[in-house]
C-alpha cells in the first residue's frame, strides 16, 4: 500500500515562500506520477502541479511561474517550492499520487494534508 506523507507547510508573510514536502513509501515500481492539489475552506480541490513519471511537469494557471514541483526518485519525495506567496495561496495542500492529469479523481493515493497559511 502506497502511503504519503507531507510536511513544510506553516505560516508565512505575504511574499514569502515555502518547501514542502512529501515522502512516499510501499511502491513496488519506479514509475509513477505524482501531483499536488490544494483545498481552501468552502472551496472545492484545486489542482497545483504535478509531475510525471519522465519529469515532465505542468502547472495550474494560478501558480505558473511561482510554484515549482520536483522530484527526488532516491529519496521517494516530492517537493513544491512556493514563492511570491499570497494570501490566496492559503489552503491545506495535498500530495497525491496517480495519472498524470489534472483532475483529482485520477489519483489513487492522498496524504493527509498540510496546511498553508498566507498572512497579507
Known amino acids: 500500500q502506497v502511503q504519503l506523507v507531507e510536511s513544510g507547510g506553516g505560516l508565512v508573510q505575504a511574499g514569502g515562500s515555502l518547501r514542502l514536502s512529501c515522502t512516499t513509501s510501499?511502491?513496488?515500481?519506479?514509475?509513477?506520477?505524482m501531483g499536488w492539489f490544494r483545498q481552501a475552506p468552502g472551496k472545492e480541490r484545486e489542482f497545483v502541479a504535478s509531475v510525471a513519471w519522465s519529469g515532465s511537469t505542468y502547472y495550474g494557471d494560478s501558480v505558473k511561474g511561482r510554484f515549482t514541483i520536483s522530484r527526488d526518485n532516491t529519496k521517494s519525495t516530492l517537493y513544491l517550492e512556493m514563492n511570491t506567496l499570497k494570501p490566496e495561496d492559503t489552503a491545506v495542500y495535498y500530495c497525491?499520487?496517480?495519472?498524470?492529469?489534472?483532475?483529482?479523481?485520477?489519483?489513487?493515493?492522498w496524504g493527509q494534508g498540510t496546511q498553508v497559511t498566507v498572512s497579507s
Open positions: 497525491a499520487e496517480g495519472s498524470y492529469s489534472t483532475d483529482a479523481r485520477n489519483y489513487n493515493y
Open positions: 510501499g511502491r513496488t515500481s519506479g514509475f509513477y506520477n
